[in-house]
């Protein structure tokens, strides 16, 4: 929340073309110099690396991989005279020399520890951006100078993450953590892993290029803050929850010996089938929870954000952004959010078990999928703007959750029949309370606030008329959470003992 707070205040300091800049250009560079070099490394240290001295050794690969990436990117911007952009490629750098001890972190389970050094360096970040950004230096220099304090904001972020990783990661250790030799089995992920994520960085990003290219920086900022608002709840929900979710499956794959050569859960030699068949129930059984749970969260998200994204905009942000695009982005946003969450869990799951066959397949469709993504959002962000680049990325969700359904299917076909038998979804009481809600949170926006939901708002509605919606918005709420916990009610046991599992 405080994190969040801050933000809030420096999006209220930004213009909408400075902060445009910002949320889009800068996430672009900063975020594929570190996607392209860790993503790689972390999947491969979890699957391929057998002890904590060969995961670290596979963890260092991280640093001179991104120490490439940041030198070409930032010689690029070197010559272009953009200080600010080459300031993001030292911050890349700077946060992929933590990298070793984020894959210890996550192996040894301390999800607490990551969380800890995320949160106080995302806090030091926008402490340090609020108070460039108030001083009376940067308020006379004007948006050139607006730009290169997030830039400065970002090196912050890297250094206290480093910072953090090293004191926390020395105390629960008693000093350095033992580095050996790599495993054989972490170069053949690590190639695999590394194609695999130059796509999903096409895949990710490869719309927000598109944006930064074909639109003005006034658009960028409208896109760039309704996803900084709505990914919220993908950072802090369902990115974590995604990891653990590889981490589970990839723990339940190396202790399902009887299995681990066979994709398809055929194996049946010396008594090992009914090994394999009781670790695939498991498997279903726990897929399946994990599954309906993120859809619950993702499916209240849907149901009620597009009827309440011009209230929370205007709260927070004021009427300016309230007045532009942004609150019909933020409505298809929150409907995005839902994919997100059900795409992110089924590839997790997929990466977690799937064989070098299946993973390459994966990759394949990645490709394809990346190619299609990029052709549709130019031809939507040059029709609809900021609203057409998130239906781009709708599709494209659509097509990568379609993938990872198939395998689901293929993989528990024999278990269990397939797709069906696994349960990826909210029981149908639950589905429709949701769907009852998002209806009546529609009537309620154009009763009170005057307006169809996605609609341009003409007449600004007061606070009491904002109050009242709210308050409906609130009974709904309470009415999906008791259909969920009357129809769901062994969910929560399942996931207090993955928890429990994963703090052992």
């Known amino acids: 929340m405080l994190t969040f707070a801050?933000?809030?205040?420096?999006?209220?300091?930004?213009?909408?073309?400075?902060?445009?800049?910002?949320?889009?250009?800068?996430?672009?560079?900063?975020?594929?110099?570190?996607f392209l070099a860790r993503e790689g490394v972390r999947r491969s240290c979890l699957r391929g690396s057998k002890g904590d001295a060969a995961l670290v050794a596979g963890s260092l690969v991280a640093v001179p991989a991104g120490a490439v990436l940041a030198s070409v990117a930032g010689a690029y911007f070197r010559a272009q005279d953009n200080m600010p952009a080459v300031m993001q490629c030292v911050a890349a750098f700077i946060e992929l020399l933590s990298e070793p001890m984020y894959v210890y972190a996550t192996s040894k389970g301390w999800f607490g520890l990551r969380t800890g050094c995320e949160a106080v360096a995302m806090v030091a970040k926008n402490v340090v951006t609020v108070w460039l950004l108030s001083s009376s230096a940067a308020a006379a220099a004007g948006r050139g100078d607006d730009v290169m304090m997030m830039s400065w904001g970002q090196v912050t972020y890297a250094c206290v993450l480093l910072g953090c990783f090293s004191v926390g990661t020395w105390f629960r250790v008693?000093?350095?953590?033992?580095?050996?030799?790599v495993d054989g089995a972490f170069y053949s992920f690590y190639v695999t892993f590394t194609v695999q994520a130059v796509g999903k960085l096409v895949l990710a990003e490869g719309s927000k290029a598109v944006l930064a290219v074909v639109t003005s920086p006034a658009v960028q900022g409208v896109y760039g803050l309704v996803n900084n608002l709505g990914s919220l709840v993908v950072r802090t929900l369902f990115q974590p929850f995604e990891e653990l979710v590889f981490v589970t499956f990839s723990r339940t794959r190396h202790d399902g010996d009887g299995d681990e050569h066979d994709e398809h859960g055929e194996h049946d030699e010396h008594g090992g089938g009914e090994h394999a068949r009781g670790h695939r129930h498991e498997q279903r059984v726990l897929l399946g929870s994990l599954s309906e749970a993120v859809c619950i969260v993702g499916g209240i998200v849907a149901a009620f954000g597009p009827s309440y994204a011009y209230v929370a905009l205007r709260l927070l942000y004021g009427a300016r952004w309230a007045s532009s695009d942004a609150p019909r982005a933020l409505g298809y946003y929150s409907v995005y959010v839902a994919l997100l969450a059900m795409n992110g869990t089924l590839e997790a799951f997929l990466h977690g078990v799937a064989d070098q066959k299946g993973l390459m397949r994966n990759n394949v469709a990645l490709v394809v999928a990346s190619l299609a993504h990029v052709g549709l959002s130019v031809v939507m962000v040059k029709t609809h703007g900021a609203v057409g680049l998130l239906v781009a990325d709708g599709v494209n969700m659509v097509l990568r959750i379609a993938y990872s359904c198939a395998f689901v299917h293929s993989y528990f076909r024999k278990e269990c029949g397939g797709l069906r038998g696994v349960g990826l979804t909210p029981s149908w009481a639950v589905m429709l309370a949701l769907g009852a809600a998002a209806a009546l949170a529609r009537a309620s926006e154009k009763s009170f606030l005057g307006v169809e939901t996605g609609a341009p708002v003409v007449v600004a509605p007061t606070v009491a008329q904002m109050a009242r919606h709210v308050v409906v918005g609130c009974v709904l709420l309470a009415a999906v959470l008791a259909v969920v916990l009357r129809s769901s009610s062994s969910l929560a046991r399942t996931l207090l003992s993955v928890r429990k599992q994963k703090t052992q």
Do not use: D, K
């Not at 809030?8 to 900063?30: E, P, T």
């Open 174 to 181: 008693g000093g350095v953590p033992a580095v050996g030799r």
């Open 6 to 34: 801050l933000n809030v205040v420096i999006a209220r300091s930004l213009s909408v073309a400075s902060y445009g800049i910002a949320a889009v250009q800068f996430h672009l560079i900063n975020a594929s110099i570190v």
